[in-house]
Every structure is written in C-alpha cells, then in structure tokens.
C-alpha cells in the first residue's frame, strides 16, 4: 500500500514548471542585483571633493576603483550563476542552501569594498585587503561548489560526464587560488603587493580555460 505523501513536508526538488524553482531564482537575481546596488554607497565623497576635479580624483580614486571592482565581480558571478541555473532541469533543497551559503558573502561585498576603497593607501590597508580577497575567494568557492552539488545531484538537462566537470573545475580554480594567494603576500610584503596579485587572473584565466578545454577533448 502506498504511504501517503505528507502534505506538510517540502519537496526535495523543484522542477522547472514549478514555482519554488522561479522564486528560488528570483531570491538569487534579487540579492546580486540589490548588492551590485549597495555598491554605491562606499562612495561617499565630501562637500570638498567637489570643488575641483584635481580634489575630487585624488581623494576618490580609491573607492571609484574600488567600485568598479566589486560591480564587475558581482556582475561576473551573477552570469556565471545564470549560465549554470540554464542548463539545469531542476534544482534541490541541497543546491538552494549552498546558493544561499554564497548569496551571504555576495551580500557581504559592499562591505568589504567600502574598506578597500577606504585604507587602500594607508597602513591599515592589510586588514581591508585581505578581507576582501577573503570575501571574494569564499564567493567562488561557493560558486564552484553549486557546480559540484548539480553534478552530483543529477539536476542537469543533461548530465555532464566527470571528465567534464573535472574540465570545467580546472577553469574555476584559478579565481579563488589568485585571492588566496593574495592574503599571504599582503601580510607578508605589503597590501599594494596584495592587490597587484590580482592581476595574475589575466594570466591564469585564459590558461586555465585553454587547459580545461584540452582536458574536456573540445576545440
């Protein structure tokens, strides 16, 4: 005899046509989109500032350059979010909790930048760099490891083989490794040095992504 279902127990998972799934995804948007946002509110620039465009550039370049930072970060998760909810058929109460795991450090962002644009050149600028290169390290790790619960899940329109998704985490890893290593340089030789770090992922990212793509047999 069959047991029947209790109809106060949620689901497990949430099909495409089901409207969990929507209002699952509109949470995400929502919170990507009200943190890219907040972003402006780490600029905060005094009555001084804009007097003159030689006043106003040398006190706010910080935080402008922060800014953009954190805008293209935000913006840079969100499509990588919106390209894996795309190929996925449905989504589990396992996958919704890590996104809300990693909603909380997207969310965290405008926080963390406003001390970035802050201390940038001063000699507090330690804490604020590595809580940043924290913040943004633990968001792509998040990230990555909403790719690992959709494979292991099956929730994907088609499921990707292991040698697929072992390529498409070899092009993930080199985000949140440039961050990490980040925090140690800081400390150890200066926040400017830090910071510079940050640019090695012009380098690691078309290799990693190159990599991925030879290891997953595509062109």
Not at 112 to 130: F, I, M, R, S, W
Not at 152 to 180: G, K, N
Not at 201 to 213: E, I, K, Q, Y
Request: glycine share 6%; proline share 5%.
């Amino acid at each position: 005899m069959a047991t029947r279902p209790d109809p106060f127990r949620p689901p497990k998972r949430f099909d495409r046509d089901q409207v969990e799934f929507g209002r699952s995804l509109a949470f995400i948007d929502a919170t990507f989109a009200i943190a890219a946002t907040l972003l402006v509110v780490t600029l905060n620039p005094s009555d001084a500032d804009w007097a003159s465009w030689s006043r106003f550039l040398g006190d706010e370049w910080p935080s402008l350059l922060s800014f953009a930072l954190s805008f293209l970060v935000i913006s840079v998760y969100w499509w990588a979010n919106h390209r894996l909810v795309a190929v996925l058929d449905t989504l589990s109460s396992r996958f919704v909790g890590c996104a809300v795991a990693m909603l909380a450090f997207v969310a965290l962002l405008p926080f963390t930048t406003e001390g970035l644009g802050e201390y940038q050149d001063g000699g507090d600028g330690t804490v604020a760099t590595v809580c940043y290169a924290g913040n943004v390290a633990l968001v792509s790790i998040l990230s990555t490891v909403l790719v690992v619960v959709s494979f292991r899940e099956h929730l994907y329109r088609v499921q990707p083989t292991e040698r697929e998704l072992r390529a498409q985490l070899i092009d993930l890893a080199d985000t949140p490794l440039v961050f990490l290593l980040s925090i140690p340089v800081t400390v150890l030789i200066s926040p400017n040095w830090g910071r510079a770090t940050w640019a090695l992922l012009f380098v690691t990212g078309p290799l990693t992504g190159r990599w991925s793509a030879r290891y997953a047999g595509r062109r």
